[in-house]
């Protein structure tokens, strides 16, 4: 797959592509199968499958702090992205400029001039350019116009809901990994590398890799029973915390620390993915470091019993 970094390093495809346009923040199983149907599209026409997406999101764009939580950051979704059959990702930088494109501009410009695109699938509800007055009406009637054609994304349904990243949102901002899991078609991870912390952990014998979380926000929260991989080809089974940490500083910034069992190798700066299986508690606040020291040793107690259970499945 080719990651082109915005429309100034695209060059015009001299055959045309077939394009999908969207955000894709967790690349779940309505998104897989747009993109695996857009695919069988490519080679019936012999052309290049192209995704577009943006960066920032346009509601971070927007909301600024009050857009919803991603699932993934940028590079989560680029690997994600790139294990599905696409030729071209194509990363808009989502700004003042292109966010005043008329509808029309955004047609002609980016799609006939740029792209040369020849099929597009979009959702019905898709809505673009300045004022978001383009849609899919408008872009069926440009796409006879110009030679192009356009196709609707279809409902993606799993146990009669539509699929979509707002409902893997609220599972997981309720805790509900299973449901997560069913609607990503994967356990809900988090990537990112081994970075130093204030190794307080070790004072109280929890060390744990830390993980800051580059996003505004996070649409999880609390303390996991989680697995680790990305190390020597291994997975390690640990508990995790994702939050503030009220009981040591109570800072704004949301760090995952992730406690692996047995464990004793030194992994600052390794990329790692931590994936999580379900969840303990939410976080809390203690009065003392001992207080907090006692429910760790819970949590991993019940994070243990939780993996031994799974095993016996």
């Known amino acids: 797959m080719q990651l082109i970094r915005g429309l100034s390093h695209l060059e015009s495809f001299k055959n045309g592509c077939v394009l999908t346009i969207g955000n894709f923040d967790g690349v779940h199983l ?18 290049p499958v192209v995704i577009m997406t943006f960066e920032a999101q346009p509601l971070e764009y927007f909301l600024g ?3 919803p939580s991603r ?20 990363i808009v930088g989502f700004n003042q400029n292109f966010a005043n494109y008329d509808a029309e501009q955004f047609i002609d410009s980016i799609l006939i001039k740029k792209l040369n695109v020849k099929h597009v699938v979009v959702g019905d509800d898709f809505r673009f350019g300045k004022a978001r007055r383009g849609n899919f ?3 069926k009637e440009m796409g006879l116009k110009h030679g192009f054609s356009v196709e609707d994304t279809g409902t993606y349904q799993f ?7 707002t409902l893997i949102r609220d599972a997981l901002n309720a805790g509900d990994l299973v449901k997560a899991e069913q609607l990503l078609g994967h356990n809900y991870s988090i990537c990112g590398r081994v970075a130093h912390g204030d190794k307080r952990g070790r004072t109280i014998g929890f060390p744990t890799a830390n993980i800051q979380m580059f996003r505004k ?7 996991f029973a989680v697995t680790m991989s990305g190390i020597d080809g ?19 910034k949301v760090i995952l620390e992730t406690y692996l069992f047995d464990f004793d190798k030194e992994i600052y700066g390794r990329y790692v993915e931590v994936h999580f299986h379900k969840k303990i508690r939410d976080e809390l606040r203690f009065d003392s470091l001992e207080e ?8 991993v107690a019940e994070t243990k019993k939780i993996f031994a259970e799974i095993k016996r499945l």
Do not use: W
């Not at 146990?159 to 990243?165: I, M, W």
């Not at 926000?217 to 303390?223: D, R, S």
């Open 234 to 252: 291994l997975v390690f089974e640990g508990v995790a915390n994702v939050g503030t940490r009220p009981t040591v500083d109570g800072g704004a």
């Open 292 to 299: 907090l020291k006692a429910q760790i040793l819970k949590d």
């Open 65 to 67: 702090d009050n857009a």
């Open 159 to 165: 146990a009669g809901l539509r699929v979509s990243s």
């Open 71 to 90: 699932l993934m950051c940028l590079r989560e979704k680029v690997l994600a992205i790139s294990k599905l059959p696409v030729d071209n990702l194509l």
């Open 217 to 223: 926000n996070t649409p999880i929260n609390g303390v």
């Open 137 to 139: 009406a408008m872009l």
């Open 30 to 47: 309505g998104h897989q199968n747009v993109i695996k149907k857009l695919a069988e599209r490519g080679k019936v026409l012999d052309l």
